[in-house]
């Protein structure tokens, strides 16, 4: 099956204006984020009932597992000054 998005109804005046939010995602953790979700719930995108919801909840995920990911670093940054300091 080969999904396509549509195309932008939007006049070109405003596309050109269009910017970039963000610098994209991290392929490996979205990827997991999308598992976890699926796993989660018991389906994928494909059979959801709103794949915007299904999207939202993997863009969510992604953002837990990113936080996740920056507490751990920073408790072992933590970790490795107490021992540094002891």
């Known amino acids: 099956m080969t999904t396509r998005v549509r195309k932008d109804d939007a006049p070109q005046k405003l596309q050109d204006k269009y910017e970039k939010m963000n610098q994209g ?8 984020a999308v598992e976890n979700i699926k796993n989660a719930h018991g389906t994928d995108w494909k059979s959801d009932d709103n794949c915007q919801d299904f999207v939202q909840r ?7 597992l990113k936080d996740e990911a920056q507490k751990k670093k920073q408790e ?5 000054s107490q021992e540094c300091a002891a």
């Open 25 to 32: 995602f991290d392929d490996a953790t979205m990827r997991q």
């Open 58 to 64: 993997a863009v969510d995920e992604y953002f837990r």
């Open 76 to 80: 072992e940054l933590n970790k490795k």
